[in-house]
């Protein structure tokens, strides 16, 4: 085996080097005399503030931190609700180069820099100008950087963005330098937060300065050593729960976040905590602010089925920069007292389609300590230059070689992701896919109407359509505002509407809406791109009816096309004679444009000329849940693709609970506000009623009016006026009682016992017998074991007290469990026919007709439907 040393990049930097006096100041694994040296800076502050966590973020106004006399700007978001406090709430804006200086302990040091790309008071500037480049002397960290663009990255979902990067220094200076790009003129750079931790040696062997990790599909190896800077890509907790940074080892206040995005496919395992009887026990191998025990004591495996297990991969996917070699570091830690003893467990290990292990036995990859004691193995990734996007691919198999093991199986606890930097000191990758030309192109700067609108049309229907649509809105809204005010001028709040359309507005709605339009904050025109009534006009043929999808609680919903017809829309009019009005029409605007998730529809925009309220969203080509349930002609969906829309919708319910800082409840959780797209992906829609949840440290609930649809309200909260994240969950219990039976949540025409859905199927599921309310056409098509986690799971949902009920994330897992089942049982070649002198046949299917005497009473509904156009009863 040949070392590959990476000449080239090594003579370079020994030059950078000594200029820098960069150096590798290793710590030993087991010092207990490391005291840690960070500093942290809220950058456009005068004050210091403390974190929850007791940390100080010190303000740069009055430290000494912020050197030279270029103009610099202390700035403030003017919107504040999405993001942390600390160090959000300030910024401090580059308009040229400037540079902060650090007096520093030699070492290696994370250095985290934090972005929150929003508008900002006293300056007046497009985001799209926003390109700059973050360099430590010879050092790239970031160039020609958008934080803009990067918040709208696949799968991020967050408004905010921070970079972390490792380097050594052994100067008692570190310079970290911001330069507004060359082009646009008006470029300028900023920051909100600057953090510098000093590191143990986690990159480097208890007996080496440097490790030497094999290129995986080569016989060679790359040596990362003290020349080698890295910038954090993923650091995932898998299996469990994301790890803050005060949960984080060794005093490095890391980050480490939940696997679930990074998963691919439905096929995506089991999830389990450690036994209670192991103990995580790390070894001189193993120093403990490797990785904390909140990563080792959960994990992801394959799942309890061997056959099941043979017939997929274990896969995480990460997209990453082309043109750079990458570190992967994947932890294990044996945490199941059912695989105790060697050769139980034993799988291969792939990365990019190429194998890095084969046999890997977790035991015995960790000297036969035994359970709890975790090991972790390098690897080294290279991917050429391309212009087109990049993914890692991570994948675990059982290994079938010996034929010796217990259980085919494979399963991780962690999994770290760094980017190495280049020949010349690089570390800067491309913004992600743009929607504008970036600076330096043949025509820099913010796009015209015309090249946004062809940018569109490659954006709705499509997998990442709700990013990439908000994508668009965020460049170009500030032209399309300053262009549409400046036409309205002082009509813009006429009283006069539309012909047949507006009069019936009350004054009082009149003036509320216009209160809550003018209100500086109450609609995120940044981050939601804004039409004016004309263009709504035209885009829906002046209203014709010929294009109407449906009528809601809201009002009227239409077939629309944008951009000179490349975009399919749906466009949904208020009616000013709606009980649902104002603070709906505010409450959707505000949610789904931070909200950015695959299960969640995308909002595109809205327009409020005239008091008008009219929100636009991508177009769901499949329609409505509840069309392919219930009263219609359209063909039953299959058991399996119905799983798929289940879990789609658990886990953007999944995102809603955990995936914001504050808890979001969506409050009116039902069939018909989960939508399905062209390729039947479900986005859960309407968010109308939504509410942000506790917000208090112990809350368990906050205290507001009912409101909802009758049928999926939970009991508790209709009763006690408490609202908790265990609403939604009841809610979607119903709804998956709804997709077994094909019934309406409420049927008067059945017998009094019969009438609410899901006390009905709680009942039946008590009894054994929820075979007989199933939609008769999935008769002999569900494994029996799938419907009784599914009823099981249906069944706990709509338990009466919310205590007693799963959290969202529990459900989510048990509907993929049902799946994994489902597949099994139909890999196996199983007919699910019910036996009737089989004590479990209710499981299996004895079942009567309800969908025909259902579907007899109201016709069809139009395909396509936009939310909330059956039954708008209870909002």
């Known amino acids: 085996m040949k070392t590959h040393t990476r000449n080239q990049r090594l003579s370079l930097l020994l030059l950078v080097v000594a200029a820098m006096s960069f150096s590798i100041n290793p710590i030993s694994a087991q010092n207990s005399t490391y005291v840690p040296s960070d500093i942290l800076v809220n950058c456009g502050s005068s004050s210091n503030y403390t974190a929850i966590n007791g940390r100080t973020w010190v303000g740069d106004t009055n430290s000494n931190y912020a050197v030279g006399a270029n103009k610099i700007i202390a700035a403030i978001p003017s919107s504040q609700d999405s993001v942390p406090q600390i160090p959000y709430m300030t910024a401090r804006i580059f308009q040229t180069q400037f540079t902060y200086s650090f007096s520093v302990s030699p070492g290696r040091k994370f250095i985290r820099l934090y972005f929150y790309p929003s508008n900002y008071t006293n300056l007046n500037f497009v985001n799209s100008d926003s390109f700059f480049s973050v360099s430590v002397g010879p050092l790239t960290l970031l160039s020609n950087f958008s934080a803009l663009l990067a918040t709208q990255a696949k799968d991020y979902n967050r408004t905010f963005v921070v970079r972390e990067f490792s380097i050594n220094v052994t100067s008692n200076a570190l310079n970290l330098t911001f330069a507004p790009a060359p082009a646009p003129k008006n470029a300028f750079a900023f920051v909100n937060g600057i953090e510098v931790v000093s590191m143990l040696g986690i990159f480097n062997t208890s007996s080496n300065a440097f490790s030497q990790p094999s290129i995986v599909g080569t016989m060679d190896t790359l040596t990362v050593d003290q020349y080698t800077a890295l910038q954090t890509v993923a650091r995932l907790n898998v299996g469990g729960h994301a790890v803050t940074p005060s949960g984080d080892s060794g005093f490095l206040y890391r980050t480490w976040d939940d696997d679930t995005n990074y998963i691919f496919s439905v096929a995506s395992g089991v999830t ?22 909140g990563v080792y004591d959960t994990a992801r495996s394959m799942g309890p089925n061997p056959q099941l297990n043979l017939k997929f991969n274990l896969t995480w996917i990460i ?3 082309a043109g750079f070699y990458y570190l992967v570091r994947l932890h294990f830690c044996e945490i199941d007292s059912k695989v105790a003893q060697i050769n139980m467990r034993v799988f ?4 990019n389609n190429q194998t890095a292990e084969t046999n890997f036995d977790v035991l015995v990859q960790n000297n036969r300590m035994g359970l709890g004691v975790p090991v972790y193995k390098d690897y080294i990734v290279s991917f050429p230059n391309s212009t087109e996007s990049q993914y890692l691919w991570i994948a675990l198999h059982p290994n079938t070689a010996n034929g010796q093991h217990v259980g085919y199986d494979a399963e991780m606890n962690g999994l770290e992701v760094f980017k190495l930097n280049g020949s010349t000191g690089n570390l800067a990758g491309p913004n992600p896919p743009m929607l504008i030309q970036q600076p330096g192109s043949p025509t820099p700067g913010a796009p015209s109407n015309k090249s946004s609108h062809g940018s569109s049309a490659g954006i709705a229907g499509g997998v990442v359509g709700g990013a990439l649509a908000l994508a668009l809105v965020l460049l170009v809204v500030w032209v399309v505002l300053k262009k549409k005010r400046a036409r309205r001028g002082k009509d813009a709040w006429s ?17 509320s809406v216009k209160t809550m339009l003018s209100s500086k904050s109450s609609l995120p025109s940044k981050l939601c791109r804004h039409f004016s009534f004309e263009e709504i006009r ?34 949904k009019r208020g009616n000013p004679l709606s009980q649902q009005g104002v603070h709906e029409f505010q409450t959707e605007i505000e949610m789904l444009s931070k909200l950015r998730h695959r299960h969640l529809v995308s909002l595109i925009g809205y327009c409020e000329e005239n008091c008008e309220m009219i929100l636009v969203y991508d177009y769901m080509g499949q329609g409505t849940l509840r069309e392919h349930l219930y009263k219609t002609q359209n063909p039953p969906i299959p058991w399996k693709q119905r799983l798929d829309i289940c879990i789609g919708a658990a886990r953007g319910l999944h995102y809603l609970h955990t995936g914001v800082k504050h808890a979001i409840i969506h409050r009116d959780v039902k069939t018909t506000n989960i939508l399905l797209d062209d390729n039947w992906v479900a986005k859960v829609s309407d968010f109308g009623l939504s509410r942000t949840g506790p917000t208090a440290l112990g809350d368990t609930h906050v205290t507001t009016v009912v409101k909802g649809s009758f049928g999926y309200l939970d009991p508790e909260y209709f009763l006690r006026l408490q609202l908790t994240e265990k609403s939604d969950v009841y809610s979607f219990g119903v709804v998956l009682f709804e997709v077994l039976c094909a019934r309406p949540a409420l049927n008067k025409a059945l017998p009094a016992e019969e009438v609410c859905l899901a006390e009905w199927g709680m009942e039946c599921v008590k009894r054994g017998t929820i075979g007989s309310i199933v939609d008769p056409y999935l008769k002999g098509k569900i494994a029996p074991e799938c419907l009784k986690k599914f009823a099981e799971t249906a069944k706990k949902c709509v338990e009466e007290q919310w205590i007693d009920r799963p959290a969202i994330g529990d459900v989510l897992w048990n509907l993929e469990f049902a799946l994994q089942l489902q597949e099994g049982a139909e890999d196996g070649g199983g007919v699910f026919e019910a036996d009737t002198d089989d004590d479990e046949a209710p499981l299996a299917f004895v079942s009567v007709s309800r969908r025909s005497e259902e579907s007899s009473g109201s016709g069809l509904m139009p395909s396509a439907v936009f939310s909330q156009i059956l039954n708008p009863v209870g909002r």
């Open 348 to 351: 291969d290990i792939f990365i």
């Open 538 to 571: 035209a885009a829906t043929n002046d209203f014709d009816d010929a294009l109407l999808l449906g009528v809601g609680g809201f009002g009227k919903v239409y077939n629309g096309s944008i951009d000179n017809g490349a975009t399919r829309v749906a466009i």
């Open 319 to 321: 997209s990453v920069d």
């Open 495 to 511: 009283s006069e509407g539309p012909s047949g359309w507006l009069h019936p507005f009350s004054s009082h709605t009149v003036s």
């Open 272 to 293: 389990y905590p450690k036994d209670p009887n192991v103990t995580i026990r790390y070894p001189t191998s193993v120093p403990s602010y490797i990785a904390p025990t």
